[in-house]
C-alpha cells in the first residue's frame, strides 16, 4: 500500500496576532496618564549615621506634615550603607594584623503627596538635630 504525503498549508503573518491587542502603546501612554494626573510628590530622603536620632527627626517632620493635613507615604526604611575599612595595626612588623572599621549610615524616605504651601514653609522652618543629612525633591 503506497503512503501518501499531506502537506500543511503554510501559517500566514497576519494569522499570528488574531486576538491579541492590537496597539501596546496606546494602553500604556494611558496608565502613565492617570498617574500623572496632577499629582505633585514631595521626596523627602534622610540619613544619618545613628538610627535613633534619624528616627527622632522622621517623626518630627511626619508631625509637622500631618498638623497641615499632608497626605504622607512612608517613612519607608532604605538599606542601610556599610561602608568598611581595614587598617594595619602596625606599621613595620606585625604587618599580618589588622583592624576593622565601620561606618553605617541608615536611610528614611518619606513622600508627602500634594502638599499645600503652608506645609512646604512648615517643613522648611523645621530644626532638626545635628548629624541628619536630608534631600528634597520635587517630582
Not at 499629582?39 to 527627626?57: G, M, N, Q
Not at 514653609?121 to 536630608?134: H, Q, R, Y
Amino acid at each position: 500500500m503506497p503512503e501518501t504525503k499531506t502537506k500543511k498549508p503554510a501559517r500566514n503573518a497576519s494569522h499570528s496576532d488574531a486576538g491579541g491587542p492590537k496597539d501596546k502603546t496606546s494602553k500604556i501612554s494611558s496608565k502613565k496618564e492617570k498617574k500623572e494626573e496632577g499629582k505633585v510628590i514631595l521626596r523627602i530622603r534622610v540619613r544619618a549615621y545613628e538610627s535613633k536620632i534619624l528616627d527622632a527627626s522622621v517623626k518630627q517632620i511626619m508631625d509637622t506634615a500631618l498638623r497641615y493635613d499632608a497626605v504622607i507615604v512612608g517613612p519607608v526604611p532604605l538599606p542601610t550603607e556599610i561602608k568598611k575599612y581595614t587598617v594595619n595595626r602596625a606599621s613595620f612588623v606585625y604587618k599580618n594584623t589588622r583592624e576593622q572599621f565601620e561606618i553605617r549610615v541608615h536611610k528614611r524616605l518619606i513622600d508627602i503627596i500634594n502638599p499645600n504651601a503652608k506645609t512646604v514653609e512648615a517643613l522648611t522652618n523645621l530644626s532638626l538635630p545635628s548629624g541628619v543629612d536630608i534631600d528634597v525633591k520635587m517630582l
